[in-house]
């Protein structure tokens, strides 16, 4: 449509506002800050003003001069554009601010005039509509960011600028000549009138080439970006927040106009060999990245990584014309689209926040930075915000980009484009857990970096708001477009309370404030306590919501956010044992979020709708319930996925291994009962599931026997309880009458979770108090060790029967369930042996009074719940009878034990056996990555040279060619 009133003003002051600016600039008419005054609102006001038509599913045209394609201009806005100049003007107004807070931008008269030049360019190249006009743009951008590279005092000899132009000329060079061929078959330049005009032909196809390669060239693809990392790593970090941000997107976003639009003509393999090489930019970029000794350099070569997505994108068969908000569109176009908008609001506060360490410290060698998240917080939390919008951590920005293009991929059944979506998530996350890992360890015990620069403390604390505000936006736009739009899946967060539920929730109730008090108290003793009760703060709200979540994508966003915060806690202290530990429950974190995230898109894509209330209705794909236990099964510590919790737990802090065992993978459980009991498919896992959980209990409760750490025997604990939690959900689903195994797992689980936050608890304090508060800990601790063993007349024999009786009523191996129990009875005691036998810590814990009736009431409840259960609806009949045929078994287990200490057998100590191999096996592993991490950067230099550029531009031409002769 043609523009009328305001919004006809709007494209106009878009270009010609920022070219005026930069004029003046030139002039020394305006100084920056009035520069910044004037253009930021005014540009913003416009964008406003495009809005209400665009969202209306309208587009705004205008013809310069009322002179109409072919023979005149035209510029056009539509809804893709507009976020994207949204974004642009977003990311460039922070950018601003931050020229303006550093003294040698602010007065540099030379960069003002080529950031205004390069921000017109960029809203002109958004807004053209043929393909010389696009030329001309991108050469403007091109030549403003050249020069800005060349202002930074990082390039004193201008290699990185020279570089930039040097690829950037022939990038020029080869659209120029495609445009050239293009307009010389068809007489026509404006993209829509080649819509119609286009034919496929040898010609057109060599044409699409040469358009693709200039513009892979400008965008910094693999394997044509090596002048992008140098050129974006020696700018100041407002230009390479710009750079890397915005001009990189709009690059591929023009990419994306070209070929689903007029180039979707050509029926060829063009479009597959893109894919090739967005999956080779998305492994390489990722890799590298994470090799890098320098923070920016890292930063920018994880950009290199994200725009293997924006490629991926042209594999799938998505609707050729752009859509519009008011009906419903394939999620793959907005899925990528959502991609590079979160990309370029995270990439923008990752620099920004860079720049402020920079600033803080002169310098930004990874090397030195260990411990910096301590002093500077506010930059250090703006990146990993940024970081996890980047990895897809909902409800982030990039999180609902990669659901929807992973959405749109299984709905066309490109399974392999969907694995390579879902493979990028670990090339992203071991960049961020590098830069993290870092971040998070001890402060050294030299002086802070910062207070030796005491006068930049302004300029540091400015730059991470900005930064942080950047990442605020990155997360909130996930949100927001999944609202403004209308997709196949609603978005939609739903809270509902039912009797499965509330037998999760009331155990939460009784043990986070009984944690939170315990870390607020002891936040003197522990490391990192005031950033350790932040985060158990935010994991208490967190995991309410999850266990109140009505629909899965809820559910999905809590379990996500919550194993997140976990490994945070594991490794908050940053010493080495913690930082392994926390990377062994990264890597399976990962694996369950990966899992977890294909199966809700293929939920989402079979029923439409992801309440649980409306999946009842339809049969769950097989593959999706599959993926889905998988990722459940890591999250709870199953046999066979459990290795994160022997790993995890003995560096933990005790407040955090308490909610960890106790209530964080009690979720992998209510995730299954919400799930699997939904389909027919699951019935045949039941009986599965009940043989390998009991043997799992047993397997795991004699695995803590031989172990001489009291938290590896709690974890143990944990995988054996778990075990026998896998065996009643098995019962569960086959069983005829499922009632009495639903009632015995909801028992245990209740149970288990109070019980093991009271045990851990208590692990903390035993060796940290002394005399005879030391003996009221390990008599507390009694209670819950007595209910888990299913001691008399604690309610632990009541739990115990039921599950037997759930057991025997479908032919179940009762005997398994007799030696796991006492097994555990010996596990409980051996517990209490090590705690009595520790020596004392140096640290001295102070107990309030009433901390210490908090949680000594939480110990009883262990014992008084079953009970509380048999009042208000009987587990069995004869309670007195239940009370002495549960005597055998802890007086097997009690007679065991002091068989075993009247003769003190030398115990299979499995993990000092294994000591010796397992370190040789590290020292090996670290040298074989140190070789392998020396052999890729090597790679990477060699690519560095012009003859190896050329190289690399013939490899991709030869693709590009030869699939231009093959059917698409």
Known sequence: MTASGLAAWTLPALIFLPLGLSIAAFLGALSPGRQVALGLPVMLMSLVLSLPATLGGESIGIALGNWPPPLGIAWHLDFPALTMLIMTAVVAGAASLALLLDPSTSADRHLWPLWWMMWAGLNALLLSQDLFNLYVTLELVTLAGVGLVARSPHDRFGEAALRYLMASLLASLLYLLGTALIYGQTGRLDLGLLVDSLEDGATMRLAAALLTLGLLIKAAVVPLHTWLPAAHSKAQAPVSAMLSAVVVGVTLFVLWRLWLAPLANLNSAQLDWLVVIGMVALGWGGVQAALQTRLKLLIAWSTLCHSGYALLLLGLDVDMSWFTPDEPHAPAFSGGLQLLLAHGLAKGALFLAAGAVVVAHGHDRLSRLAGDAGRLPLAWLAMALAGLSLLGIPPTGGFFGKWWLLQGALAQDHYFIAAVVLLGTFFTAACLWRLFDLGLRPEPRRAAVIASRPTHGDTTRSLSWLALGLAGLAWGLGPFMALSTQLPVEFTISLALDATGLAFLLPALCIWPLVLWATYSWRDTFPAANRLLAMLAAAAAIHLVALLAADLLTFYTGAALLSLLGWAMVQHDGHQSSRLAGLGYLVMLLLAEVAMLAGLALIANASGDLRFASLTHHELPPLALGCMAFGLAIKAGVIGVHAWLPLAHPVAPPMASAVLSGLMIKLGLLGALRLLPLSDVTVAWGPVMVMVGLVAALYAALRGIVHDHAKVVLAWSSVSQMGLLTALLGLVLYSSSPATAMTALLLLATTHSLAKASLFLGAGMANRVHGREHRWVLLGMLLPA???????????????????????????????????????????????????????????????????????????????????????????????????????????????????????????????????????????????????????????????????????????????????????
Do not use: N
């Not at 001691?791 to 398994?816: I, N, R, S």
């Not at 102070?846 to 609806?873: E, F, K, N, S």
């Not at 993990?911 to 090996?924: H, K, N, P």
């Open 786 to 968: 007595l209910a888990l063993a299913g001691v008399p007349p604690t309610g632990g024999v009541l739990v115990k029967t039921t599950m037997g009786d759930a057991l025997a009523a479908d032919g179940g191996a009762g005997w398994l369930l007799s030696l796991s129990g006492i097994a555990t009875g010996l596990l409980m005691l051996r517990l209490l042996w090590l705690l009595w036998r520790s020596p004392p810590s140096r640290q001295t814990l102070h107990i309030p009074g009433g901390l210490w009736l908090g949680w000594a009431t939480l110990a009883a409840l262990p014992v008084l719940v079953a009970w509380g259960w048999q009042w208000y609806a009987p587990l069995v009949a004869a309670p007195f009878a239940t009370l002495r045929s549960g005597l055998l078994e802890p007086s097997l287990a009690l007679g065991l034990a002091v068989v075993a200490v009247l003769l003190k057998p030398r115990l299979p100590q499995l993990g000092r056996a294994r000591l010796a191999w397992r370190q040789a096996l590290e020292r090996g592993g670290e040298r074989g990555f140190r070789r392998l991490a020396w052999t890729l950067k090597r790679s990477e230099s060699r690519l560095q040279p012009w003859p190896a550029f050329g190289i690399a531009l013939g490899f991709v031409s030869l693709g590009m060619g030869m699939a231009a002769l093959l059917p698409g």
